[in-house]
């Protein structure tokens, strides 16, 4: 056995062996992962929730070419049905019976938009058509269809925006049918669909990468520099330097013990995410696991950075707890970042984690990415490069090497 | 046939700004022989250990290991050299045969883990986690992962510092044991009981120099034909200790040990005797001796080795 695995070997066991350690970097993740996906694992669900929206067309069908308004009712009709068995449809039209009186259905579906039983009611006014026509025509206004809203409900807001871009869609196809637009521009209304890849969106999806790259970030911030400065103060490591073993096979050897020990954190919280929770983000693709590797080593990076700043491990614990809340919260590991503060936002920009969350989760296709592609690997990698260069300078092994 | 040297150190020096922690030092160490440094802490023993293990670097003079000089002892002298920190640890978690077998892991050439374990005795704790050891199995273990190479030069840095009597005596017998398997140790210690029993030379450091240095022996035949009485001197007033002094001479009083010392060993002992007569002191715990290098370092200091 050589020097370098038996230091890797020792440093993954005795981070698993050590109980602060192994509740921090393992049962931890872990935990959080379970907790996170219990409570907040609707927001998901929320979205795959089917919408109880009323549906009126006041219109006067005529059958013909510019018959606009069956059009958006087809529209909403299609979203209305399901394209396989085992996905629920976005919209639950509800309609007036067959002689009901349009009037009396209005004021009906607008006490159930009022106290939340509809999460909105869709009218197509009469004279649409005729409307619509002059608008194309350049001898009107746009043709207006009135949508009501109960303020402030989630599900009314979110239909709301569906229904927007569905009417979106009709209008760009109603302009492309009379020639005013051009096709290649018309979004679709298969772009309105929350969510990634054509499949529904799951928190814990969204939640599982970042959870692996919050562990890899404590392994690397608190793990690296406690076994550097513990090991320099209790001169376990001074032990190591009056043997053949130099710095740099050391430093192989801990920094494959490091990356043995993320492997283990990715594995439990894998089998834990896609056993457990239903996970479907496809992380062992080898896209992703280019990117973990690409993260633990850049927490490793951090790690060594802080070793060599601190003189003690307890003044190293400190510096690890001050960047440990910015980096993490402000790198959108739990939750998406949304409009910040300028101040907060450029802690976000400079912040590695952002990049690397961006990138893991883009290349995972969970989100759409936030920041240029390049900038994903980029920034972690110049981060990497500053840290190694300021630990080489500045790394004290305990002896006068 | 001129003896064998395995390591020669000449004029060592190691400068901490103006602390001159090791000042100049010089000794030579014969094959197969226990080479001692001796003195008070803070003497530079340990620096200049430190210096010859290879974690410090020499602030001038010239080191000469296994027949070469040396700038810095590199990895070729320290395939060949074993090592007991003085204040070294070893990973908390990690079972004794995993920090064996992990230094083993560091050599080119080591011994079979079992083999270790046997020659320090912790076959039987193999299993335990270090942070559950004992301090003298935590000792063995130290002398264990020093001997894992099969080293033909030892530093032994304050070995039995913090040890039972018990331990220290099978540390002792460990040393004597090395020694005739043909190794060359250095050890450095303040107990001159310890460099007396083990060292075949000795060279007693203070404030950074080697202020005299030869065999036990040799060291000791220089203070003469003196002979030391001591006796316990607890509750003795210092009209009494007064008298003493002008009836025998040479007398000290310290740790409440009254001692005398003597050329005339019959004569101060009848002087003795007739003085505590008068005097009505006991005399507990009366001890004649012949000097020690303790002797040695106070005659040249003026002070105990444990001060």
Wanted: charged share 20%; aromatic share 8%; net charge neutral.
């Amino acid at each position: 056995m050589s020097g370098i695995t038996a230091v890797a070997r020792t440093y993954l066991v005795t981070n698993l062996r050590e109980r602060i350690t192994l509740f921090w970097f393992l049962v931890f993740p872990l935990f959080l992962l379970t907790i996170l996906t219990l409570i907040f694992g609707g927001l998901g669900s929320d979205l795959e929730t089917t919408f109880a929206v009323g549906l009126v067309n006041s219109a006067r069908a005529n059958g013909g070419p510019t018959d606009f308004s069956s059009m958006v009712e087809r529209a909403f009709v299609h979203l209305s049905s399901s394209d396989s068995p085992d996905r629920r449809p976005l919209f639950r039209l509800h309609r007036p019976a067959d002689g009901e009186d349009p009037r009396a259905f209005l004021d009906r579906e607008k006490d159930a938009v009022r106290i939340g039983d509809r999460a909105l009611l869709i009218e197509i006014p009469a004279g649409f058509n005729e409307a619509l026509l002059a608008s194309v025509g350049g001898a009107g206004p746009p043709a207006a269809i009135a949508i009501s809203v109960s303020g402030g409900r989630i599900s009314s807001e979110i239909a709301r925006s569906i229904a927007d871009q569905v009417i979106a869609g009709v209008n760009e196809r109603i302009l492309t049918v009379v020639g005013r637009f051009d096709p290649s521009q018309a979004l679709t209304v298969e772009s309105a669909r929350v969510g990634s890849n054509g499949r529904d969106f799951l928190y814990v999806d969204f939640l599982l990468p970042g959870v692996v790259l919050m562990a890899f970030f404590t392994a690397g911030l608190f793990g690296v520099p406690g076994t550097i400065l513990f090991g320099r103060e209790r001169k376990i490591l001074k032990r190591y330097w009056v043997t053949p073993l130099e710095t740099r096979r050391f430093l192989a050897g801990f920094s494959l013990g490091h990356l043995a020990l993320c492997a283990t954190q990715f594995v439990a919280l894998y089998l834990l995410g896609r056993f457990a929770f239903g996970a479907r983000v496809a992380l062992l693709s080898p896209l992703s696991l280019a990117f973990l590797a690409l993260a633990a080593s850049v927490f490793l990076a951090f790690g060594f950075l802080i070793s060599s700043l601190a003189r003690t491990a307890n003044a190293a614990m400190a510096i690890a707890n001050i960047l440990n809340l910015p980096m993490m919260f402000l790198g959108g590991l739990f939750f998406p970042i949304g409009e910040l503060p300028a101040i907060l936002r450029a802690v976000m920009l400079a912040n590695p984690v952002t990049y690397l969350a961006d990138g893991l989760r883009t290349a995972l296709g969970v989100t759409t990415p936030m920041v240029p592609c390049a900038a994903t690997i980029a920034v972690p990698v110049a981060w990497a490069v500053v840290c190694v260069v300021v630990a080489a300078r500045r790394l004290q092994w305990g002896a006068e090497q | 046939m001129a003896e064998s040297i395995t390591l020669r150190v000449t004029d060592l020096i190691k400068h901490y700004g103006s602390v001159r922690a090791v000042d100049g030092v010089s000794f030579s160490v014969p094959t197969a022989s226990v080479f001692t440094l001796l003195g008070p802490n803070g003497a530079g023993k340990t620096t200049t250990l430190e210096i010859l293990e290879g974690i410090r670097r020499p602030g001038g003079g010239s080191i000469e290991v296994f027949g070469e000089r040396r700038l810095r002892i590199d990895r070729a002298v320290k395939e060949r050299m074993g090592v007991l920190l003085q204040d070294g640890n070893f990973e908390p978690e990690l079972k004794v045969r995993e920090v064996i077998g992990l230094f083993a892991s560091f050599f080119r050439r080591s011994l079979p883990i079992d083999a270790v374990l046997e020659r320090v005795a912790l076959k039987e704790k193999e299993s335990a986690l270090v942070r559950t050891l004992s301090g003298g199995q935590r000792q063995r273990l130290a002398v264990g992962v020093a001997l894992v190479n099969d080293p033909e030069l030892v530093f032994l840095d304050e070995p039995t510092t913090g040890l039972d009597p018990q331990a220290r005596r099978a540390m002792w017998s460990l040393v004597s044991e090395l020694k005739d398997s043909g190794k060359t140790i250095i050890l450095t210690t303040h107990y001159m009981e310890e460099a007396e029993t083990l060292s075949d030379h000795v060279s007693i450091m203070d404030h950074g120099r080697v202020i005299v240095d030869g065999t036990p022996r040799e060291l000791t035949a220089g203070l003469g034909e003196e002979t030391f009485i001591e006796f316990d001197g607890r509750g003795l007033s210092d009209v009494q200790l007064a008298s003493l002094d002008a009836r025998c001479g040479a007398m000290r009083s310290d740790d409440d040990l009254v001692s005398l010392e003597t050329a005339d060993f019959a004569g101060a002992m009848d002087r003795l005797i007739s003085w505590a007569k008068e005097a009505g002191v006991p005399l507990r715990d009366i001890t004649v001796r012949q000097p020690n290098l303790e002797d040695v370092f106070l005659s040249l200091t003026g002070r105990r080795l444990r001060e």
